[in-house]
C-alpha cells in the first residue's frame, strides 16, 4: 500500500515556475512507475508526465514538452518542475503511483494523492 501526498501548489503569474513535490509513505517509490495528472475547471483530468522506477524513462503530454520536467529520487519523493507557466496550465495536480510500464492512462494507475491546486494568473 502507497500513501500519496502532493504539495508545492499555489498561485504564481504567468511566466513563473513552480515544483511540485509528490512525498510516498508506506512504500518507497522504488519500484513504482509515478505520473502526474490534473484537472483543469470543467475538464476531465488529463496526462502530464510519468517516469519509471529507475528515473531512465520519462514521458510526456505533447503540449507540455520543454516546459514540464518529472524526476524522482531513490527513495519516496517524486517532482513536477513546471516553468514558463500560463493561464491554461491551472488546474489541481495529483501524483500517482503504479507497477505499470510509464502508462498515460489514470486507469492504469493503483495510488492516488489528493491533489494540490496550481492558478496561474495572467
Known amino acids: 500500500q502507497v500513501q500519496l501526498v502532493e504539495s508545492g501548489g499555489g498561485l504564481v503569474q504567468a511566466g513563473g515556475s513552480l515544483r511540485l513535490s509528490c512525498a510516498a509513505s508506506g512504500r518507497t517509490f522504488r519500484t513504482y512507475t509515478v505520473a502526474w495528472f490534473r484537472r483543469a475547471p470543467g475538464k476531465e483530468r488529463e496526462f502530464v508526465a510519468a517516469i519509471s522506477w529507475s528515473g531512465g524513462s520519462t514521458l510526456y503530454a505533447d503540449s507540455l514538452k520543454g516546459r514540464f520536467t518529472i524526476s524522482k529520487d531513490i527513495g519516496n519523493m517524486a517532482y513536477l518542475q513546471m516553468n514558463s507557466l500560463k493561464p491554461g496550465d491551472t488546474a489541481a495536480y495529483y501524483c500517482?503511483?503504479?507497477?505499470?510500464?510509464?502508462?498515460?492512462?489514470?486507469?492504469?494507475?493503483?495510488?492516488w494523492g489528493q491533489g494540490t491546486q496550481v492558478t496561474v494568473s495572467s
Open positions: 500517482a503511483a503504479t507497477g505499470r510500464a510509464i502508462p498515460t492512462l489514470e486507469d492504469q494507475y493503483i495510488y
